[in-house]
């Protein structure tokens, strides 16, 4: 958990910040951009080419890449949080509420962003028609498997914000698990081609780098979350709750 008399963490925030901005550099620009992008390609192949090796195993991730699914990604970070406010800390519980809103607002807001990069990059199964897609391999369950914008990953995003305030505000358990459904749940997209491994771990990445740096190793959280706990305060005694 965050417990710091410092909100000022400088050496984190640049670190952090830097690395952000090193990542995308270096995947806009050679000599590296050509790097990222062969990495990019032999890891989708390899991905793609798995999608033979029978009918169980696509219709496993076309299952995991169904909209619905995304649903049992959600409920597990938010069990996470549940399980804190509920039995591990149950007298602070508004302070997880609080927390809450204040997680559903940065992913808002981060969402937003990412919509307005000047990034425009079609998945791996729309540059190559020749991939096997799930959508024909399975033509009964409605799967997600190519997108004409990937970059960032919407999907490793959310993920990852999710999984850094369970870092922050959690037990050291509860952010290890929320690390691990990250990745779990991050792989389907990166199966069914609608995201390049790169959407991830640069977009995706970058952005979560610069969203948690500056929430986090500033007192920017601090003065949003007093201010949704006094709200949250209120909002208990009207209730009478």
């Known amino acids: 958990m965050l417990n710091t008399p410092n909100p000022w963490r400088l050496p984190l925030l640049f670190s952090a910040n830097l690395l952000a901005l090193l990542l995308m550099l270096s995947w806009l620009f050679e000599p590296t951009r050509s790097l990222w992008l062969a990495l990019d390609e032999q890891l989708f192949w390899a991905m793609n080419r798995s999608l033979s090796w029978g009918e169980m195993w696509q219709r496993f991730w076309a299952i995991a890449n169904n909209r619905l699914f995304d649903l049992v990604a959600a409920v597990a ?54 991939a096997l897609r799930l959508t024909q391999l399975v033509p009964d369950i409605a799967t997600k498997d190519i997108s004409s914008d990937s970059f960032p990953g919407d999907h490793g995003l959310v993920l ?22 990250m990745v779990l749940f991050t792989l389907p997209r990166l199966m069914s081609g609608a995201h390049w491994v790169t959407d991830e771990i640069v977009g995706a990445v970058s952005l979560g780098l610069v969203a948690l740096s500056w929430l986090f190793a500033t007192p920017l959280h601090q003065h949003i979350l007093g201010r949704l706990e006094r709200v949250v305060e209120r909002l208990f005694r009207r209730w009478g709750l």
């Open 77 to 130: 970070m938010l069990m996470l949080f549940a399980h804190q406010a509920l039995i591990g800390d149950r007298s602070r519980i508004k302070h997880y509420i609080a927390v809450g809103i204040l997680m559903f607002l940065t992913l808002l807001v981060m969402l937003l962003i990412s919509k307005e990069l000047p990034i425009v990059r079609p998945s791996a199964t729309a540059v190559f028609t020749e």
């Open 160 to 181: 990852l914000l999710c999984a850094g305030f369970a870092l922050i505000y959690l037990p050291r358990v509860h952010g290890v698990l929320a690390l691990l459904f």
